[in-house]
């Protein structure tokens, strides 16, 4: 008699009985389901696992399909590794940088030993679409860590074999196509053919990798052009070039040689020495009455504003901060999301009109006193602080729309200056596997939200989709607006967001939906070896979520 185990379905509730050893793809079919698209991955009691994942016990599953966040993620692993193995068939020795995720898509570096033509473009996709039209299925593999290294050091895959010898696990997952092997950190489609829809075309020397709108998955993302934030992406890979560190196994090689104290003074530097080229363009300005300073959550526009302040008086410039949370409406006047929730992205959660009056009152030499939000009651009240600019001063203001037009549509354009801040994570895992900037924000979130808002990872978690959608349209349509953008991430950062941040996502209980993401971040974490983090100075912009920061927030 057939071994079979019982399957709670969380799509429509339905729990069956099936065989021992059924894959999810299989199991997917047995329930009949009706999505409106297909299914690319699962959650099985609350962690992410590819189709290819069997079941021997009892397991409470949810099928995901290309609108969630794991599910794009797998689609587009997927997309990656056939792009890789379209240029290895096509170049004998050629291979891939998945370099920058920019203009809704992820450009790519084609090492193919020329210059990437339209001619080489249109061949790498069609032997993509090839390659998608055979149905190839794709195939996992799991095998000692030891093997998977030799394996990959044989095929010269050394950022694989590199990144592998970080890891601690004795057994190594990878994948194969027709005999082509690639090792990715997430699970991947099981057959080439699950690609339905992509886009391959010539950007900035090598090829932008085209993918399924994440609101609409039957249209490709509009081609968004982001020149300002491709050049900031290109000039940290010259910081990396400086420090010797392309890869994550490159900065655990250099934490085991003891090296991780002159990476951090170096980065500093770097940072510093680019915050302080911005203040010498606003002094060359003298038109220069208010800088903007906008960017996503977590990013660390508050220790930006700071330092930029810090350099400006440097040059003789009074700065004078403004924060835009205290112009928050009262709670009661502020927008609501769909769920009915309080939207505090959205931009008229502000006070446009006082905010403007002020500012054009302060620009024309006018006294005014500034609000002040006092969170706990959910009411603007008056701060008793008053304000008059005088020869020198420039205000510094600071918050997530503060590069959105409508914000100081009011005020004269000339007198403005903006600075557009975000974490953009350049380090990558190795070739094929880049590190996504969100990662990089959400990590910090969690720290700061547990440490200074004593709200948990779980929490954090819930939100952060939510926060995510409020960036997708109140912030990231304006960055190209910016005069000059500034990378807060450090190329060290993650080594030590790592200690702080393990914990508190040990916490997050496997019950919950948000037990997956939690998880996934540990695994992405597993890779990295640490770095204490007394080893970062007092200024450093880590503080703002480390704690122990010589700036008063």
């Avoid at 999810?24 to 297909?38: A, G, R, S, T, V």
């Avoid at 040689?257 to 302080?276: D, F, Y």
């Avoid at 994570?425 to 440490?451: E, F, G």
């Amino acid at each position: 008699m057939e071994k079979t185990v019982r399957i709670r379905c969380k799509n429509n509730g339905a729990a069956i009985e099936v065989p021992m050893g059924s894959k999810l793809d299989q199991i997917y079919e047995m329930l009949d389901l009706k999505m409106k698209y297909e299914p690319v991955i699962a959650h099985v009691n609350n962690k992410v696992e590819g189709l290819h994942y069997r079941v021997y016990k009892p397991k409470d599953i949810e099928f995901l399909d290309i609108t969630s966040p794991s599910g794009m993620r797998c689609y587009t692993r997927t997309l990656f590794f056939v792009l890789c193995k379209a240029v290895r068939q096509l170049y004998s020795h050629g291979h891939v940088i998945i370099d920058i995720p920019v203009s809704k898509g992820y450009h790519c570096n084609m090492m193919i030993g020329h210059e990437v033509t339209q001619a080489d473009v249109d061949r790498i996709k069609a032997k993509m679409q090839d390659i998608i039209d055979a149905a190839r299925p794709i195939r996992r593999h799991e095998i000692a860590t030891e093997d998977a290294i030799a394996m990959f050091r044989r095929s010269g895959a050394s950022t694989k074999a590199k990144l592998l010898e970080s890891v601690s696990s004795l057994y190594s997952t990878y994948y194969e196509i027709d005999g082509y092997v690639d090792y990715y950190y997430g699970a991947m489609l099981t057959n080439t053919s699950k690609l339905y829809l992509f886009d391959l075309v010539p950007y900035f020397g090598g090829v932008l990798l085209r993918l399924p709108s994440f609101q609409n998955p039957m249209e490709l993302c509009p081609l968004v052009r982001q020149d300002k934030m491709f050049d900031i992406f290109k000039e940290h890979h010259q910081w990396q070039r400086i420090l010797g560190l392309n890869t994550v196994g490159d900065l655990n090689e250099a934490i085991l040689q003891g090296r991780s104290n002159r990476l951090i003074q170096v980065s500093e530097a770097l940072q510093e020495k680019k915050i302080a080229s911005i203040a010498d363009a606003i002094k060359a300005n003298p038109d220069i009455k208010m800088v903007l300073i906008a960017g996503p959550s977590s990013s660390g526009k508050t220790t930006t504003c700071k330092r930029l302040s810090v350099q400006l008086a440097v040059n003789g410039i009074r700065p004078v901060e403004i924060s835009l949370d205290d112009y928050f409406l009262d709670r009661d006047k502020t927008p609501r999301d769909a769920s009915g929730d309080y939207d505090f992205e959205h931009l008229h959660a502000l006070n446009l009109p006082l905010l403007n009056q002020q500012m054009n009152a302060l620009l024309q030499g006018d006294e005014v006193e500034l609000p002040r939000y006092n969170f706990q009651k959910g009411m603007s009240e008056m701060s008793g602080r008053r304000l008059q600019l005088v020869e020198g001063d420039v205000l510094v203001v600071e918050g997530i729309h503060a590069l959105n037009p409508e914000l100081t549509a009011q005020v004269p354009q000339h007198q403005l200056f903006r600075v557009y801040a975000s974490a953009l994570t350049t380090i990558i895992l190795d070739s094929h596997n880049y590190v996504p900037t969100t990662d990089n924000r959400l990590l910090r979130r969690i720290i700061r939200d547990h440490k200074y808002r004593g709200v948990s990872a779980r929490e954090t978690i819930r939100r952060w989709p939510s926060v995510r959608k409020g960036e997708d349209r109140w912030i990231f349509p304006f960055q190209e607006n910016a005069d000059v953008m500034f990378n807060t991430a450090m190329l060290f950062e993650l080594a030590v967001i790592k200690s702080q941040a393990e914990p508190l996502l040990e916490q997050v209980p496997e019950n919950c939906v948000e037990y997956a993401e939690a998880y996934r971040l540990r695994k992405f974490l597993s890779y990295i070896r640490p770095i204490p983090a007394d080893q970062i100075p007092p200024t450093s912009l880590l503080r703002e979520f480390l704690g122990g920061s010589s700036f008063e927030y």
